[in-house]
């Protein structure tokens, strides 16, 4: 591996971010290619000291800010923050969800991660999503509206196991935020109108979802203010009663009713399923190992299966570790990105699930043979077929036989992804979501929460007989996910932070953004605004329209490369979200000196969803 340091190119990058007013960074510098550039927008973009929150909405990052400034941690504040956009983002995240945090603790130096991932019901097999009628597989839409697909959520239980290692208040505090904002009501932009037109053809399916989302039949109109008394009350019977109320009360016995007969409206019909006191009782929310890879004389830290995102991304970084990425001209690198994620996709898709439920070879496709063998395959000049197959374990050259790739199923693209971090050094990257917008389409009756169809994450059928599944359903088992929460650590003290909700593209807009700049030499903020494109070893390349004028695309078209923007029509062919792929948050940690606080970055989306929403206690540095 090769290793970075401090040079004089970094005090030119540093002296020259001062001077234009933005903060630069003391981690692997530009060294000719690009550099800090530009003026900071109001919003997406805060620099200073002590702490930072970088989410989708302006409500969700003052509440951590607010958390922040009473004393709380980096954990209490991502609580606050989640909690919140459980009110102003309701359609991509909240209670009936999951998701994953991964936390450096500055006391101790080390990076941790809690597994907020949705489960399988006991009543769930293998066969969930087989029609029993055909002996075939539902579709994905027959699967995603209702009670069929609904996991037992996980949000809760991570929220109280992070204050619980990491806290300086309690859950009650963190809660207070979101209570007030549901109860006082958020004005609906264009952002939160886009996305309840989305599935509004599923929300018409329910009656108290359609009330809510849908009055006179037409998604709510930007401007109007929308107010939930009902998750309100329910955020305060959680705040007197603990998570006991959710898990083995009133509230969970709600979410039992609407899966087995969800509240749909006269005329329609939605799938139902089985789930139980027991299913919620037994649920818990783990401490989980992170995975870690070295690249250019950094730790990346991520989140271990059941999500895929911390083996997928560190496969990829080591692949393209084998590249001086640096000296190659912006349309090489542009290839060994994509057919880097190409071959470390094939990889997942074959060797990694629930690790509770299965082997996963974590080291062996974290190892430096291993990238070898499979960085061996790439001529920037001519793309590898797709789908490409799996290498071998024991590759330690070009030679090894291939076998046979798993499939990758077709993930929700609506989550969000926030960045924490506190005066003291912690630092929080929370990715969480209820799959699709609006997830299964019910709304718990009386209870204000939007109820995941993450079960739809699991493969619904082997890809061929005799082929091993390593993600089918199975009681209390966690449907591999791609969120890909990441801590990159550069001399044991947090570098940069980041994420992407995405769906699979999770994985690549992490990668492309890392790759942007340690090895292109962007800025953060350029490196968050630039074109992205997504190879997830698929015949077509998902892309955003601004890529395909890029010049590098005209090279990787002449490799053999054929371009698809997103969103594809297989997504979502009534979407009127615009065509982009993630919605970044990302923070960058300078140290000006050993005794000095570190100064920070915060960078969020200019315009992709809208924009978002990024603050610091103290501005300004």
Known sequence: MKHSSLNLAAASALALSLAVGLLGCSGPTPEGKGGVTGTAQPGYFAQGSGGAVVSDTVQSTQAGIDVLASGGSAADAAVAVASVLGVTNPLVGGLGGGGYLVYYDAETGEVSTIDGRETARAADTATLFIDPAT???????????????VGVPGQLALWQRAIDRWGKQDLASALKPAIDVAEQGVPVNTALHNQIADPQKTFGIFGNTAETYLPGGRPLETGKILKNPDLAQTYRIIAAEGTDAFYRGEIGQSM?????????????SASTGTMTMADLASYSALN???????YRGLDDYGMGSSSSGGVTVGEALNILEQFPLKD?????????????????????????????????PDEVLLSEGFAKSRACLIDPAKALPAPQPAG???????SAAPVASGTETVEGQQTNHFVVSDAEGNVASYTNTINFYGGSGILVPGRGFLLNNE??????????RGVESLNLPAPGKRPRSSMSPTIVLQDGKPYMVLGSPGGSTIITT????????????MSLQDAVAAPRASQRNSATTLIEPAFEELPEAEQAKAAGYTFVVAPTPDQNPASVTPPTIGVVAALEFSRPGPDAAPMVIAVGEKERRGGTSAQMTNPGG
């Open 455 to 464: 079960l739809t994450d699991f493969d619904f059928a082997a890809a061929a």
């Open 328 to 360: 190659e001209n912006k349309a090489v690198a542009t290839m060994r990105f994509l057919e880097a994620s190409k071959l470390a996709f094939a990889d997942r898709n074959a060797y990694v699930g629930d690790r509770a439920s299965v082997e996963v």
């Open 135 to 149: 002996g075939e597989p539902l579709s994905t839409q027959q699967a995603n509206i209702g009670g069929l697909a």
């Open 392 to 398: 071998a374990l024991t590759a330690t050259d070009c």
């Open 288 to 294: 989980a190992e992170p995975i870690r890879s070295s």
């Open 256 to 268: 039992i009713d609407a899966v087995a007969n969800p509240p749909v409206a006269d005329g329609k």
């Open 510 to 521: 992490v990668l492309q953004v890392l790759m942007n700049r340690i090895d292109l030499g």
